[in-house]
């Protein structure tokens, strides 16, 4: 993609890693589809990173605005989903 993902200076690599592994799953979710297990584990690493959810909505609104794919959609729908459902939107 050609776009910058959304980051803080306040996080470590790791945490960057994190978040970037989160949003690539999102990507993900609307390019091919994911599983829901997938991506449930990358939104469970990323709320360890985001955990407030004020800033969790200020970095998904910054990924959307950048990348036209909407986090929170596809965290709904994987919240919404069974488990051994596969998320596509």
Do not use: C, N
Not at 50 to 79: C, L, N, Q, T, W
Not at 80 to 89: C, H, R, T, W, Y
Request: proline share 2%; no cysteine; hydrophobic share 40%.
């Amino acid at each position: 993609m050609e776009y910058s993902y959304p980051i803080s200076i306040d996080w470590s690599t790791d945490e960057i890693i994190i978040v970037i592994q989160f949003f690539e799953a999102i990507e993900k979710v609307y390019e091919k589809g994911v599983q829901r297990a997938v991506l449930m584990e990358k939104y469970r690493k990323f709320k360890l990173v985001v955990p407030s959810i004020g800033e969790e909505k200020k970095v998904f609104r910054e990924f959307e605005d950048v990348s036209g794919y909407s986090a929170y959609h596809a965290v709904k729908k994987m919240k919404d989903a069974s488990d051994k459902d596969f998320i596509q939107l």
